[in-house]
């Protein structure tokens, strides 16, 4: 079975500080991974994803994450934060083939100070 | 592509009653997955549809739960007999064979 863990139930960081969330997983084979983010009363919107080829993903609103397979992580980073990036974000991990379905960890509230 | 739609987006209803949820997914996906997202939590899954089959179902669907996907495109969810345990937003998603997940807005439901 596979498992997400969000270290970390809330971050919180100055504008223009580096984002910095976390992200573990557990799974028997190689996953695909995913990074959403969530508004107040939205649904999720899909930042980024690794499937397969290079480990350094780049997303949208300048986001990034690294898959390591060694540490079992993908940590999402942005150098700068915005005021715009206050959200919950939540990473997922899905089986590599059959049904595909997405676990999602707890979340992470990322807050953003002026 | 006009993304995936749900509607309601918001439902109140006296608990006992009936309630069910459409998703209209973009149409050239051939997955469809419906969760449950609790304040405070990450969405759950509880259960998905390729095509129009009903191929997996989480233990958290229980016999008051029932999902359908005629013709293998838009889907409804019903709650029969709701409880207030049953107040969360309900989320739909749909994909093409390899991932990519769209998300709807989600219908949020209260039961009171």
């Known amino acids: 079975a596979q498992s997400v863990t969000q270290l970390g139930s809330h971050v919180s960081v100055s504008e223009g500080a580096l984002v910095l969330l976390r992200c573990n997983y557990s799974?028997?084979?190689?996953?695909?991974l995913f990074w959403y983010v969530q508004y107040p009363n939205q649904g999720l919107q899909l930042l980024l994803k690794?499937?397969?080829?290079?480990?350094l993903v780049k997303g949208i609103n300048g986001f990034e994450a690294e898959f390591k397979k060694s540490e079992t992580s993908f940590h999402l980073t942005k150098p700068s934060a915005h005021m715009s990036d206050a959200a919950e974000y939540f990473c997922a991990v899905s089986d590599t083939g059959g049904s595909y379905i997405p676990t999602f960890g707890r979340g992470t509230s990322l807050i953003v100070h002026p | 592509d006009t993304g995936v739609s749900q509607n309601p987006r918001h439902k109140i209803t006296k608990r006992g009653q009936n309630v069910t949820f459409r998703c209209d997914p973009i149409s050239e996906h051939n997955r469809l997955y419906w969760y449950r997202q609790t304040l405070g939590q990450g969405p759950e899954f509880l259960t998905y549809f390729q095509n129009e089959a009903q191929l997996e179902k989480s233990r958290l669907l229980s016999d008051r739960f029932s999902a359908e996907r005629p013709k293998g495109s838009f889907s409804t969810l019903e709650i029969q007999r709701t409880e207030q345990g049953d107040s969360a937003m309900y989320l739909c998603?749909?994909?093409?064979?390899?991932?990519?997940?769209?998300f709807g807005s989600g219908t949020r439901l209260t039961v009171v």
């Open positions: 799974s028997s084979v190689p996953p695909y």
């Open positions: 690794y499937t397969t080829g290079a480990t």
């Open positions: 998603a749909s994909s093409l064979e390899v991932n990519g997940y769209t």
